[in-house]
């Protein structure tokens, strides 16, 4: 899975030089923006059903009992559908009453971004189906590798024959990809699912899915909603341009977390398994030892950016994006302050502390919300910089005080005082 996610976070990367610099600031922010709206639209298509489908599908290996895992899947297929016709029509009723803006051409492009979601969410509950069965290569290969390949694919080739792009054209790329990307993972889905799978008759439970999927399609949406807000504020209140250097910087921000993301892989499971063993002295340890990992490595990758992103941004992204140097510090200030307090909603997550971990969240997004209102009308998009660093720190704040409080964990650097003193204690017994 980390090095999977470091494949993603690279093609993610390459694709964003790719679109920005045949875009443009203007051309990327719409575009940034329309993917933007796509991606919160499509969680509620999701509704937490891929989450869902990953737990069946883990409850079926251990128990034997796959007849809900069937029925599940087929039911998931036909209410992805019917939420997709209900968002198609909600977004033509607000363009039918202006609400949406089509000066830039939004218009234009949203269609292509509606069409993106059944694609990505029918594909998604097949792939976390496959990594609740263990096919961890076969679940992740053609989302995180597959899909950003063939759309740098598509992009290149649309660029080849009529040697230009506009965000329309890089949209309709995003939803041919996924389609590919989905119809892999379906195809690999029929292949890899077990034998006693096909052969079960399907069984439903519709009201404990629903009871299941609202908290966590709500906890999914608002941390998405984190990483997507304070874009679609910028391009709200400060317009498309300053849109499209807030996304660059973001991506650029994003590759800093590359070693962050493969510590929060590998340890995530780990406090889980810690937790259920009652060894509350390792999960200490473990969560004191990811802190320390996450800030280096946060630190190491940023840093060379930090120094000459001047420089390199505009190199890589084309001058429009100059700007971007500046927000991007603010940005991984910002995560590095937050990478102190170690990984508190991780960990809530896995010992049982969910609603903590949906609290911050939505402390998270108010915050974001509420600062970026403030601040991008005036500082544009530094604004939106700002507000997203302070509402992570907040939020991140709050979930590690109140999961001290409640387990003693203490996830932030200062916890590291519990390892020397386990240490020293053990050199005086020797």
């Not at 849109?243 to 070693?259: C, F, I, K, N, P």
């Not at 995530?268 to 009652?278: I, Y």
């Not at 490595?297 to 120094?307: E, K």
Request: proline share 3%.
């Amino acid at each position: 899975m980390a090095l999977l996610y470091a494949a993603s976070t690279g093609l993610s990367f390459l694709s964003g030089v790719v679109v920005a610099n045949l875009l443009g600031a203007t051309g990327y922010g719409l575009y940034a923006i329309a993917l933007s709206i796509s991606t919160l639209a499509g969680l509620a298509a999701e509704f937490g059903l891929p989450t869902l489908a990953m737990r069946e599908a883990g409850r079926g290996l251990a128990t034997g009992e796959w007849g809900l895992l069937k029925g599940l899947v087929a039911w998931s297929d036909r209410a992805i559908l019917l939420l997709c016709m209900l968002i198609v029509l909600a977004v033509a009723t607000l363009a039918s009453l202006g609400l949406i803006d089509a000066r830039h051409g939004l218009l234009r492009v949203l269609p292509f971004g509606l069409l993106l979601i059944p694609f990505v969410s029918i594909g998604k509950v097949r792939a976390f189906a496959l990594l609740g069965l263990d096919h961890v290569l076969a679940s992740q290969l053609p989302v995180v590798v597959g899909r950003p390949l063939l759309f740098i694919a598509g992009c290149g080739g649309a660029w080849l024959v009529w040697e230009r792009i506009d965000p329309a054209m890089a949209m309709a790329a995003q939803a041919a990809s996924a389609a590919c990307a989905m119809v892999v993972s379906l195809v690999l889905y029929r292949r890899l699912r077990p034998a006693a799978l096909v052969k079960a008759s399907p069984d439903r439970d519709v009201r404990a899915w629903l009871e299941s999927c609202v908290p966590m399609a709500m906890t999914e949406g608002l941390r998405l909603l984190q990483g997507q807000l304070a874009l679609l504020l910028v391009g709200l209140l400060a317009g498309v341009a300053q849109a499209g250097t807030y996304r660059v910087a973001d991506a650029v921000s994003q590759v800093t977390l590359v070693l962050v993301s493969a510590i929060a892989t590998a340890g995530t499971p780990m406090f889980a398994r810690l937790h259920a063993a009652g060894d509350r002295e390792g999960l200490q340890n473990l969560a004191s030892l990811c802190t320390i990992a996450m800030l280096g490595g946060a630190f190491i990758v940023g840093l060379p950016i930090a120094l000459w992103g001047d420089h390199l941004i505009p190199f890589v992204f084309g001058s429009n994006f100059a700007s971007s140097a500046a927000l991007f510090r603010i940005l991984w200030g910002g995560l590095l302050v937050s990478a102190m307090l170690g990984m508190p909603l991780s960990i809530a997550n896995m010992t049982g502390h969910h609603a903590l971990s949906t609290r911050s969240f939505l402390i998270m997004g108010m915050v974001n919300a509420s600062l970026g209102a403030l601040l991008i009308p005036h500082f544009g998009a530094a604004g939106g910089a700002l507000a997203t660093s302070a509402a992570l720190l907040i939020a991140t704040t709050y979930c590690s005080l109140r999961l001290h409080a409640a387990t003693g964990i203490d996830t932030t650097l200062y916890g590291l005082r519990h390892i020397h003193k386990k240490a020293s204690v053990t050199g005086r017994k020797l």
